[in-house]
């Protein structure tokens, strides 16, 4: 079933971040979706893509009418890893610098990230779809950290996150055996948020963004980032960081908005 455009706006629009481009930008209201293109590679990453990535990510970062981002990619599958067709061995730390540019992108920006996964998601696209803040996949979902298997170890922030989503045995597991975890299960051990069957996967990331869309950006971007924070804050840090952040949300009008509904809603009720 192919990928199409969220129905929440009236309308939707391409943008095309270099040309020629290896991913497709659209917007439809309030969501953004992000299209990998590259269906004859399985919409591996190369130095270019990545650059491509990074365009599009910081267009609808800038974009004040997106609320939500969608990232999917084209022909059945997610994204199978980092295009070892082409590499160059020796320039592997080069290509290196592009792609970790991709995750602090990804995890810095103020909207919310759906990654939509059909088919691979394998080594590196596993982790870029593990670095969204929530990941909806269908039955034909593989996910798998293959490095292992070609000699290689970890990378695109897969040491950082998997440990966080699935613990530090389990995370050992799935990246030293390099064994494939399908839909049903990679939801059922906590790797990704949810599977649902594979007609049903556009509407379940059409519902799941239209939530997200009835949120505070700001707040929404607040949340993003204290949530990070918390590996590396201590717990006082942790608590002057959500002060700090609640402080300026209810200066927002999002803020007055829900504040006036709620006591509109609760006037003369009790305490």
């Known amino acids: 079933m192919p990928d199409t455009p969220s129905d929440l706006g009236s309308g939707s629009t391409a943008r095309a971040p270099t040309a020629p481009s290896t991913l497709r930008l659209t917007v439809d209201g309030p969501v953004a979706t992000v299209e990998l293109t ?15 990535l990074l365009t599009a990510l910081a267009d609808v970062a800038r974009d004040d009418d997106v609320r939500v981002v969608v990232l999917t990619g084209a022909g059945g599958n997610f994204c199978a890893g980092a295009d070892l067709i082409d590499l160059d061995p020796g320039r592997l730390g080069e290509a290196m610098v592009e ?26 696209g596993c ?22 298997r070609l000699g290689l170890s970890i990378d695109l922030g897969g040491s950082w996150v ?3 989503l ?23 051990v906590g790797l990704i948020a949810r599977c649902v069957p594979s007609e049903e996967l556009d509407d379940a990331v059409t519902a799941l963004a239209r939530r ?11 949340t993003k980032h204290l949530l990070d924070a918390t590996w590396t804050a201590a717990l006082t840090e942790a608590l002057a960081r ?10 927002t009008p999002e803020f ?16």
């Open 212 to 222: 997200l869309a009835g949120s505070s950006r700001p707040a929404q971007a607040r």
């Open 256 to 271: 007055h908005q829900a504040l006036n509904a709620f006591r509109t809603r609760h006037q003369g009720a009790q305490p």
């Open 38 to 52: 590259r269906p004859e590679r399985r919409n591996a990453l190369s130095p270019h893509s990545a650059q491509d």
């Open 127 to 148: 982790n870029l779809a593990l670095a969204c803040d929530f990941v909806v996949a269908d039955e034909t979902a593989r996910f798998t950290q293959n490095f292992a």
């Open 162 to 164: 998997l440990p966080r």
């Open 242 to 251: 959500e002060a700090e952040a609640q402080v300026a949300n209810v200066s």
């Open 99 to 124: 792609f970790n540019k991709i995750v602090p992108v990804l995890r810095n920006l103020p909207q919310p990230v759906i990654a939509k996964v059909r088919g691979a998601a394998v080594g590196a």
């Open 166 to 188: 699935v613990g530090l045995r389990q995370a050992r597991e799935l990246a030293l055996l390099g064994d494939d975890l399908d839909g049903p299960t990679a939801a059922q």
